[in-house]
Nanobody, 125 residues
Framework: QVQLVESGGGLVQPGGSLRLSCAAS????????IGWFRQAPGKEREGVSC?????????YYTDSVKGRFTISRDNAKNTVYLQMNSLKPEDTAVYYC?????????????????WGQGTQVTVSS
């Protein structure tokens, strides 16, 4: 069964850090572009970051997380990570990872066909 499973979410104080993991089964993650998205209550799903399938692992970040979030992949573990530092209350959302067979990095949800179930991140004091 092909699936993505996110983990690592939780409750953290403002300024804190979390590392989200996106583990794949039934698919070799190194062949796919991977995106991270988030959706806060009452808001549309927002693209946060992506990493390409290419060997250079080129990546992209939405402006609101640049300098705070880092995406990386470990193909040996079939896992992609999102390191989130200096977290803010406005980062609170359900975070999803997604995989795409379309070449290149994109934070457009339509680029992705396979989605995980999401993990909750809450930033609050």
């Amino acid at each position: 069964q092909v699936q993505l499973v996110e983990s690592g979410g939780g409750l953290v104080q403002p300024g804190g850090s979390l590392r989200l993991s996106c583990a794949a089964s039934g698919v070799r993650m190194g062949s796919y572009a991977i995106g991270w998205f988030r959706q806060a209550p009452g808001k549309e799903r927002e693209g946060v970051s992506c990493i390409s399938e290419s060997d250079d692992g080129s990546s992209y970040y939405t402006d609101s997380v640049k300098g705070r979030f880092t995406i990386s992949r470990d193909n040996a573990k079939n896992t992609v990570y999102l390191q989130m530092n200096s977290l803010k209350p406005e980062d609170t959302a359900v975070y999803y990872c997604a995989a795409s067979t379309i070449a290149g990095c994109s934070i457009a949800p339509s680029h992705y066909a396979l989605w995980g179930q999401g993990t909750q991140v809450t930033v609050s004091s």
